[in-house]
């Protein structure tokens, strides 16, 4: 099983970046998938979680109204769309995979994890 996560990179404070997450080697769309985050110095949390349809979405209280996850089944992708960036979405952001995740924010509920994508966001 691969998960590679893509679209990281340096921001400013206000602006917008859009994350993907590539899977491959598992039957993408039977599996719920989360986004997690570790900023520095913290330990890492659990940002936004889509089930295996699409029909069911979360986020934690954070990024709510600023982030948007959905996914691509016939691309077996996962994107994270950030909006209104703050300095306190710094981080490197990781893609998992769980079969049924609860809670859906407990890392060890999910098998299958990315190596991770950096986004900074300055002021």
């Known amino acids: 099983v691969k998960v590679v996560e893509s679209g990281g990179g340096l921001v400013q404070a206000g602006g917008s970046l859009r994350l993907s997450c590539s899977v491959s080697?598992?039957?993408?769309?039977?599996?719920?998938m989360a986004w997690f985050r570790q900023a520095p110095g913290k330990e890492r949390e659990a940002v936004s979680y889509?089930?295996?349809?699409?029909?069911?979405?979360d986020y934690a209280d954070s990024v709510k109204g600023r982030f948007t996850i959905s996914r691509d089944n016939a691309k077996s992708t996962l994107y994270l769309q950030m909006n209104s960036l703050k300095l306190e979405d710094t981080a490197m952001y990781y893609c998992a995979a769980a079969g049924d995740p609860r809670p859906w924010t407990a890392e060890n509920e999910y098998r299958y994890w990315g190596q991770g994508t950096l986004v900074t966001v300055s002021s």
């Open positions: 080697g598992l039957t993408f769309h039977g599996y719920a």
């Open positions: 889509i089930n295996y349809n699409s029909g069911t979405t």
